[in-house]
């Protein structure tokens, strides 16, 4: 597979306007994302998580409900509802979400995508938020691994804007179709230029689990959940995070 043209167009208009928003903090139904792309492929995606308090006395809890199909054998894109809960639940943010697979599997030492998120919350006060960065993965014999980087910026906040810098990473090990193990840890270190500070840093890793069951034809139900512990002090003590995708 070539690269489309059209792609990296998205690239360079997108970095100029994030190294041109508030400290991010990555929401509990975060998860990982792989850059592999299924032409023709719907789904329905839901997505749940909830992190233990740090410095606010509720409970930090989000839930997705999205919406994807792939238009093309490299793109595929996907419309979320988003809902946030801190004692109460309430309406949070509309997602879109586009992937771009620029390889196909095997033909580099890696195998890599795009991913670019666009986010409108209710709150008109945060602004918009711009999302952008290469998914990486590589097999090691039964052990898939993926490497993420973002970086990540609002627009037209009400707080100052800086373009902030995460990761996320994923081992998987095969072992049934079913039923596979692994682990998974998200971070984020402040502005992409200039780091936070390492006791202000959020870093969190933990296992998690994975699998899939086919339901006849093109449908595919995928499951996969996380348990992740802080490894840094800013960071929630906790959080669960769950994934289930119906695919068709």
């Given at each position: 597979?070539?690269?489309?043209?059209?792609?990296?167009?998205?690239?360079?208009?997108?970095?100029?306007?994030?190294?041109?928003?508030?400290?991010?903090?990555?929401?509990?139904?975060?998860?990982?994302?792989?850059?592999?792309?299924?032409?023709?492929?719907?789904?329905?995606?839901?997505?749940?998580?909830?992190?233990?308090?740090?410095?606010?006395?509720?409970?930090?809890?989000?839930?997705?409900?999205?919406?994807?199909?792939?238009?093309?054998p490299w793109w595929a894109t996907e419309i979320y509802?988003?809902?946030?809960?801190?004692?109460?639940?309430?309406?949070?943010?509309?997602?879109?979400?586009?992937?771009?697979?620029?390889?196909?599997?095997?033909?580099?030492?890696?195998?890599?995508?795009?991913?670019?998120?666009?986010?409108?919350?209710?709150?008109?006060?945060?602004?918009?938020?711009?999302?952008?960065?290469?998914?990486?993965?590589?097999?090691?014999g039964p052990v898939q691994a993926n490497f993420n980087?973002?970086?990540?910026?609002?627009?037209?906040?009400?707080?100052?804007?800086?373009?902030?810098?995460?990761?996320?990473?994923?081992?998987?090990?095969?072992?049934?179709?079913?039923?596979?193990?692994?682990a998974q840890g998200f971070g984020e270190v402040g502005?992409?230029?200039?780091?936070?500070?390492?006791?202000?840093?959020?870093?969190?890793?933990?296992?998690?689990?994975?699998?899939?069951?086919?339901?006849?034809?093109?449908?595919?139900?995928?499951?996969?959940?996380?348990?992740?512990?802080?490894?840094?002090?800013?960071?929630?003590?906790?959080?669960?995070?769950?994934?289930?995708?119906?695919?068709?």
């Open positions: 597979m070539r690269t489309p043209a059209h792609v990296l167009a998205i690239v360079a208009a997108a970095l100029p306007l994030l190294s041109l928003a508030p400290l991010a903090h990555a929401d509990p139904d975060d998860y990982v994302a792989v850059p592999a792309v299924e032409y023709g492929e719907r789904e329905i995606e839901l997505r749940l998580g909830t992190a233990s308090p740090t410095d606010d006395p509720h409970r930090q809890s989000a839930a997705s409900l999205a919406f994807g199909y792939g238009v093309t509802g988003k809902w946030h809960r801190s004692g109460a639940t309430s309406f949070d943010a509309v997602e879109w979400e586009n992937k771009f697979q620029l390889t196909e599997p095997g033909q580099y030492f890696a195998d890599f995508g795009l991913l670019v998120e666009t986010e409108f919350p209710h709150d008109h006060a945060e602004g918009y938020e711009l999302r952008i960065g290469p998914l990486m993965q590589k097999d090691f980087v973002f970086l990540e910026r609002h627009y037209h906040a009400s707080e100052p804007e800086v373009t902030e810098l995460e990761y996320q990473w994923q081992l998987r090990y095969r072992w049934q179709p079913a039923l596979d193990f692994g502005q992409w230029n200039d780091w936070a500070p390492a006791r202000a840093q959020e870093h969190m890793a933990g296992p998690a689990i994975f699998g899939k069951f086919p339901l006849g034809g093109r449908q595919v139900l995928k499951y996969d959940a996380a348990v992740l512990f802080r490894l840094s002090d800013a960071a929630p003590a906790r959080t669960f995070r769950a994934q289930v995708e119906y695919e068709f």
